[in-house]
Every structure is written in structure tokens, then in C-alpha cells.
């Protein structure tokens, strides 16, 4: 069974940039997608963007093109989301999630347990 | 403002049938697959359906999508107690520069 495995809560300035890491493990795959979801206190599901590794590139939502950056590691399996120039609107949960042996981005059917990231001075 | 359009709340006794509607346009639910989240209070979302009526393993079949035109529709039959949470519905959005995967605001299911 693959899980996805996040790392941990950050508390950010204003103005400053925030890296958010996401593991896959278990199972076999040789192929996956990767997606970035957040969602605001009390609000719902936005994307952010997502990658397929097998063709080396991310996709962003037009929203965050500028400031989201979607990197992965083949080798360890992991996945990275950077965010710059962080706002107190960027405060939210940020859950990794996305497909095993498909290149499906428009679905999500592993998901993260979520990393808190809070923006404030 | 979300892209997709669902009710905030709706409401049902246990065992009753209950749906959940999604509203989009051509663009995006007219020319895409539907899928759909569970989710509970502090938690992931999980994955209900994808491509419209396809469920996961391990999803029960009182969970079921279809979708007519460019909305959608989630229906939850034999209603319990643990059904309570949040609905979401998405699909892909290829509006725009770079196209996005685009959700609807959610609904809260109350179990009454």
C-alpha cells in the first residue's frame, strides 16, 4: 500500500519561503503523479499544481505559477513544494496527493496526512 | 468563489437517500471526468469516485456519481451516522494559460 508521508508543521514571515517535502512509500510503482493541494482554515480543496515524474515537468495552476515551485526526487521517491514570498493568506494545510502506475493528475487517490504551514509575524 | 457550484449543507435521516449536486460548465465538467472526496473534520480528503461513476476499492456501493451534461451528481444510499463530513467535487479545468484540476466548495452532509 503507498503512502504518502509529509514533513512537518512550519511557522513562516511574511515575505520569506517555505519548502514542504512528500514521500512516497510502500508498493512498487514506475510510474506516479504528485499533486499539491491547500486548504485555508474553515475553507475548501485549491490546487496548486502537479508533476509527473516519468515526464519531468510540473504543471501549475495559474494562480501560483509565479510563486510555487514543484520539484521530485526519482531516486528517494519524494516529492518537494517551495512557496516564496509567503503571506498571511497562505496560511493552511498543504496535502500532497496523487495517482500510483498512472499519469493521471485530474484525480487523487492517495493523499497525505497534510502540513500545517502558518504565515505570521 | 469556487469554480464548481455545490449546495453548502444538505441534510437526511439515516437510511434515506441523499444527493449532492455539482454544477459546471462545458469547458470543464462538459469535457472531463467527475470525481469525489470525503472528508472528515481534520483529516485528508479521500477519494469517493473518479471518472464520474468509478469508485476505489474499498468504497462502498451505497456511494455512486454520474454525471449529465456539465453537472454531477454524488448519491448516498442506506445514510448512517459516520457519513457525516464534507463532500467535494472536481475535475480538470483546461481554461486559462495552464489549466488546473478545480474543486467545488464542498458540502456538509448533517446525518440528522
Known amino acids: ?121 | 468563489q469556487s469554480v464548481l457550484t455545490q449546495p453548502p449543507s444538505v441534510s437526511a435521516a439515516p437510511g434515506q437517500t441523499v444527493t449532492i449536486s455539482c454544477s459546471g460548465v462545458t469547458s470543464n465538467i462538459g469535457n472531463n471526468y467527475v470525481s469525489w472526496y470525503q472528508q472528515f473534520p481534520g483529516t485528508a480528503p479521500k477519494l469517493l469516485i473518479y471518472d464520474n461513476d468509478q469508485r476505489p476499492s474499498g468504497i462502498p456501493d451505497r456511494f455512486s456519481g454520474s454525471k449529465s451534461g456539465s453537472s454531477a451528481t454524488l448519491a448516498i444510499s442506506g445514510l448512517q451516522l459516520g457519513d457525516e463530513a464534507a463532500y467535494y467535487c472536481g475535475t480538470w479545468d483546461p481554461t486559462l494559460t495552464t489549466g488546473r484540476v478545480v474543486f467545488g466548495g464542498g458540502t456538509k452532509l448533517t446525518v440528522l
Open chain 1, 1 to 121: 500500500q503507498v503512502q504518502l508521508v509529509q514533513s512537518g508543521a512550519e511557522v513562516k514571515k511574511p515575505g520569506s519561503s517555505v519548502k514542504v517535502s512528500c514521500k512516497a512509500s510502500g508498493g512498487t510503482f514506475s510510474k506516479y503523479t504528485i499533486s499539491w493541494v491547500r486548504q485555508a482554515p474553515g475553507q475548501g480543496l485549491e490546487w496548486m499544481g502537479g508533476v509527473i515524474p516519468l515526464f519531468g515537468t510540473a504543471h501549475y495552476a495559474q494562480n501560483f505559477q509565479d510563486r510555487v515551485t514543484i520539484t521530485t526526487d526519482k531516486s528517494t521517491r519524494t516529492t518537494y513544494m517551495e512557496m516564496s514570498g509567503l503571506r498571511s493568506e497562505d496560511t493552511a494545510v498543504y496535502y500532497c496527493a496523487g495517482n500510483v502506475n498512472t499519469t493521471i493528475l485530474y484525480y487523487m487517490a492517495v493523499w497525505g496526512r497534510g502540513t500545517t504551514v502558518t504565515v505570521s509575524s
